[in-house]
């Protein structure tokens, strides 16, 4: 495993949010997506984040990715709390110790394949050599070497959207969050692209977040937490309402 990964504090969560509160205002109406919401996420942990539409699964993520900040409460990526850290900062953060895959691959369509997972690396400021290598054995272990020089308008939907998990796990991040990584997908391609995923993630000890409609393939990962009326269940509060899902 990387050296990112490896200096994450003995003892604490990849990731861990602490009582985070996020409202929105809608004219006089003040909207509580979350409530003191708490979780922690430990490295090599796939947890997958189930709900219905409009609960706040995105919300969640881009809190937990850094893109929105709560209202109150703690975003703690490798025991740092990254709320207050200024933008340039969580920039960083987010381009080392977090990748993203989302259920639109957003590759970029001049570039093939293996530069597609290059350049995060190389923005990263990897040598070429090296960027090359990771990329390739990232793709190898997708299933997608012989597919590596072809751009993404020459994939399939399961070959993109494996090619953007690829890319997520360029830098090696602490956390991947995913937010319906497969709902693009027929049922057999989402089986196979979620199995990748799964696999890669343990591979390189990466700690997981993984939003999904799909309640089948929620259940092969190690944990599920269900967001039910801006609050997090899991165990016997999650069985007693999912049957609601």
């Keep these: 495993m990387s ?21 929105y205002e809608q004219g006089e109406e003040t909207l509580h997506i979350f ?22 699964k995105s919300s969640l993520l881009h809190i937990a990715g850094l893109l929105e900040m709560p209202n109150s409460g703690a975003v703690m990526i490798g025991g740092r709390d990254c709320v207050a850290l200024p933008d340039s900062q969580k920039t960083a953060v987010r381009r080392t110790d977090v990748g993203f895959v989302y259920q639109f691959h957003n590759l ?17 400021g990897r040598k070429k050599s090296e960027a090359h290598d990771f990329a390739m054995d990232l793709l190898t272990r997708m299933g997608l070497a012989p597919r ?14 494996r090619v953007a998990i690829a890319r997520a796990l360029a830098n090696r991040p602490r956390l991947v969050l995913a937010d319906e990584p497969t709902g693009n997908l027929d049922p057999k ?20 977040l993984i939003a999904t409609h799909n309640l089948d393939l929620a259940s092969h990962m190690d944990r599920v937490v269900l967001l039910h009326e801006g609050k997090l269940l899991e165990g016997a509060e999650l069985a007693a309402q999912y049957q609601s899902l």
Aim: charged letters at 20%.
């Design 108 to 124: 970029l369509p001049e570039f093939s394949a293996v530069e597609n997972v290059m350049l995060p690396q190389l923005v990263a």
């Design 3 to 23: 050296d990112v990964t490896a200096a994450t504090t003995d003892g604490m969560p990849a990731l861990s949010l602490k009582d985070v509160t996020r409202t």
């Design 189 to 208: 391609t989402s089986r196979h692209v979620f199995t990748e995923l799964l696999n890669v993630c343990r591979q390189e000890g990466v700690a997981a």
């Design 148 to 161: 590596a020089t072809h751009r993404p308008a020459e994939l399939s939907g399961g070959e993109q959207q």
């Design 35 to 56: 409530r003191e919401l708490s979780l922690d996420i430990w490295k090599g942990q796939m947890v997958g984040l189930v709900g219905p539409s409009g609960a706040g």
